[in-house]
């Protein structure tokens, strides 16, 4: 078995000879038990402080088959294991192995078997160990709530005379959805404000003293990011910083949406700066209080696969050399796509580290 995941469990041979030691790696918030006879030799979940080590050990062994050469279907296996959040090591009897697929597709699993090749439910070859190809038939198992909000976001494009990638995965689906808590959200959107502030403020060419926004919004150094710390440090900053962070008004808006303080319309062109930064400055109290939540995962789900997709159309356009099509902002897009994976914890990464692939 590949190094990387011996590390996992050191699992007692199985009590038959024939049964076969499978790890499984499962991204459902709750996952069923395994009710097929088996022998569980470990099991751990995203509590366990080495998890996260470990599958990202898993996912440079996958990145590394074949010379590394990157596909769709390797990029949905690596983005898999980083979803993890539940792992099982068991030996079971090749008689049983009906019921394992029919339980590694309940619990969106993905398999590893001891010949380190990386299979689906029904053990059909996603990544060879031997040189990273796929059986023709193999399937990154997705949630089905998940499949069905990429066909009503693509339905939803179509009737705009858009059309993305059939091939982009879908987003996650509620039931592996970890979102930040409402007070990390309102802080981060009290943060894109005070930096939205001071660019826009130093771009006009009357500069916003850091001292006032620390006063208009209490306790500003704490939830500032590094890079937002050094922006505002900054006497002069250079021209990109002002405009990257003047569109932060763009991810404030969406954080606001999300909070349900704001609507949040089809990205075709900037939100209005002074009605958007109004709309945290005015419930500033209430939003540092406890009385805003955050909208329902479904809600955002939807508006994470939209942008997502929207995203992939922005930089196709760029790839192919053709203007974008009409009625998309694609720095409107850009910041929300940021905003929503952030809010959805994508490779739990801080806000500076948080990363928009298509």
Not at 60 to 65: A, P
Not at 213 to 229: A, D, I
Request: with cysteine; aromatic share 6%; glycine share 6%.
């Amino acid at each position: 078995m590949f190094k990387q995941l011996k590390k996992l469990f050191t699992p007692r041979p199985p009590a038959d000879h024939d049964e076969m030691l499978v790890n499984a790696y499962c991204t459902l918030a709750t996952v069923p038990e395994p009710p097929f006879v088996h022998h569980l030799h470990g099991r751990r979940d995203s509590t366990d402080p080495e998890m996260r080590q470990e599958l990202d050990g898993f996912v440079r062994y996958v990145q590394s088959l074949g010379g590394g050469k990157m596909t769709s279907t390797r990029y949905q296996v690596m983005r898999h294991a980083q979803r993890t959040r539940h792992q099982f090591a068991f030996s079971v009897s090749p008689r049983d192995a009906g019921g394992l697929a029919e339980w590694a597709l309940q619990a969106n699993a993905l398999l590893v078997l001891p010949d380190g090749q990386v299979r689906d439910p029904q053990r059909k070859v996603l990544v060879s160990s031997a040189d990273g190809s796929a059986e023709a038939d193999a399937v990154v198992p997705f949630p089905a709530a998940a499949l069905q909000r990429k066909a009503a976001t693509e339905a939803l494009l179509a009737a705009r005379g858009l059309q993305a990638s059939s091939h982009l995965p879908p987003v996650v689906a509620e039931s592996e959805l970890r979102l930040r808590p409402a007070a990390e959200a309102r802080q981060r959107a009290v943060a894109l404000l005070a930096v939205a502030l001071r660019a826009e403020s130093l771009a006009a060419g009357k500069p916003l003293p850091v001292a006032e926004l620390e006063q208009k919004l209490p306790g500003l150094r704490r939830v500032l990011s590094p890079q937002e710390t050094a922006f505002l440090q900054e006497e002069q900053p250079t021209p990109a910083d002002l405009t990257r962070f003047s569109w932060r008004y763009e991810s404030l808006l969406t954080l606001e949406w999300a909070l349900g303080l704001a609507e949040l319309p089809w990205p075709d062109g900037p939100c209005d700066a002074t009605t958007t930064s109004r709309t945290l400055l005015e419930r500033a109290e209430e939003v540092v209080g406890t009385k805003v939540r955050l909208r329902a995962g479904t809600e955002i789900l939807d508006a994470l696969d939209l942008h997502y997709r929207l995203q992939w159309l922005v930089r196709q356009s760029r790839l192919d050399g053709k203007p974008l099509p009409a009625g998309l902002d694609a720095g409107v897009i850009s910041e929300r796509h940021h905003a929503l994976n952030w809010l959805s914890c994508f490779e739990d990464s801080d806000w500076d580290d948080t990363d928009t692939p298509t």
